[in-house]
């Protein structure tokens, strides 16, 4: 029987992505939940850390700010110029 994903927005179960997993975490804390930026970011890591195992603890506050934040390094924790505005 093949498994119908009646919402369109989301992928049918277990196929998620890692990215969509923690923006969508930390989204709900900092709308619904009214946590402040510091306690939606350790709940997007606790999320991050049951989906990724393999990562060792130390990594993960690293890697969630990595998917957060679209313009920070993922060598360094230099954030890229910022883009040149036309006027």
């Known amino acids: 029987?093949?498994?119908h994903n009646f919402?369109?927005?989301q992928a049918p179960s277990g196929q998620h992505s890692i990215e969509g997993i923690v923006r969508h975490t930390y989204n709900n804390a900092r709308k619904i939940d009214g946590l402040l930026g510091?306690?939606?970011?350790m709940r997007a890591c606790h999320a991050y850390a049951k989906?990724?195992?393999?990562?060792?603890d130390h990594l993960v506050p690293k890697q969630v700010a990595e998917l957060l934040t679209p313009g920070l390094k993922a060598d360094g924790?230099?954030?890229r110029p910022p883009a040149t505005r036309f006027n």
Request: proline share 11%; glycine share 0%; hydrophobic share 35%.
């Open 38 to 41: 510091c306690d939606a970011v």
């Open 51 to 56: 989906r990724r195992p393999d990562v060792p």
């Open 7 to 9: 919402r369109l927005d």
């Open 77 to 79: 924790n230099e954030l």
């Open 1 to 3: 029987m093949a498994r």
